[in-house]
């Protein structure tokens, strides 16, 4: 089946930057729909960013000039580059894709990655 493992995720200071990474394995038609999504404690799990297979992008208000979503096709991989990072940055980050599986590619499914910690100190 299909499997998202991210990767990337680590403490830094309030300033730095990461860039989290998300491997897409297992056999693929085609993916539509990349996003990364993050928790903090005690906090509703929100979209941070977005990209269609169109090349539109979506960026949460919060992070609008300081991250970027891209991806890496013939990878099977995506990215969050994660700059001037702030502590009210501090969440789980998820990996979120909409895609066609390649053993079915009639249908499209949702799939998750485990969650990578990012952590932001002062």
């Known amino acids: 089946q299909v499997k998202l493992v991210e990767s990337g995720g680590g403490l830094v200071q309030a300033g730095g930057s990461l860039r989290l990474s998300c491997l897409a394995s297992?056999?693929?038609?085609?993916?539509?729909?990349v996003a990364w999504y993050r928790q903090a404690p005690g906090k509703q799990r929100e979209l941070v960013a977005r990209i269609t297979s169109g090349g539109n992008t979506d960026y949460a208000d919060s992070v609008k000039g300081r991250f970027t979503i891209s991806e890496d096709n013939a990878k099977n991989t995506m990215y969050l580059q994660m700059n001037s990072l702030k502590p009210e940055d501090t969440a789980v980050y998820y990996c979120n894709l909409y895609l066609q599986p390649g053993h079915d590619s009639t249908r499209q499914y949702s799939y998750w990655g485990q969650g990578t910690q990012v952590t932001v100190s002062s």
């Open positions: 297992g056999s693929i038609f085609s993916i539509n729909v």
